[in-house]
């Protein structure tokens, strides 16, 4: 799988993403920090690579139809920060690695993961 994080995870998920067999990389690799949305999934739509996100606003449907992308995964902790932010996508990631994520919307919350 190819996924791309967005700018809002922590860059050690690279490593586990990489350690997994997977081709990884990041907005910030191509001076896209900052892009607007549309700008990224336009990106990895070209891609054809998965998104990471912590964004809400990548969830909108109607804006970025998931059918049109490899897949988004929105990661939803109970709270923020950097360390708590790292420890919850870790937990989830294999569920969500596990997953055909083609043309789907996945949110993560503490409850699980919903497809779309």
Not at 6 to 29: F, I, K, M, S, Y
Not at 30 to 46: C, F, K, M, N, Q
Not at 71 to 94: C, D, E, K, N, W
């Amino acid at each position: 799988m190819k996924v791309k994080l967005d700018e809002n995870l922590p860059t050690e998920l690279l490593d586990d993403l990489r350690a997994a067999g997977h081709g990884a990389d990041a907005v910030h690799d191509e001076a896209l920090t900052g892009a607007p949305d549309s700008t990224i999934l336009d990106r990895v739509r070209h891609d054809r690579r998965v998104l990471f996100t912590l964004d809400k606003g990548i969830a909108n449907v109607r804006a970025y139809p998931p059918e049109r992308h490899a897949g988004i995964v929105l990661f939803r902790p109970g709270s923020m920060g950097r360390g708590t932010t790292l420890a919850f996508v870790r937990h989830y990631l294999p569920a969500v690695l596990e997953r055909e994520l083609s043309g789907r919307l996945v949110v993560v919350t503490d409850r699980g993961l919903r497809l779309r």
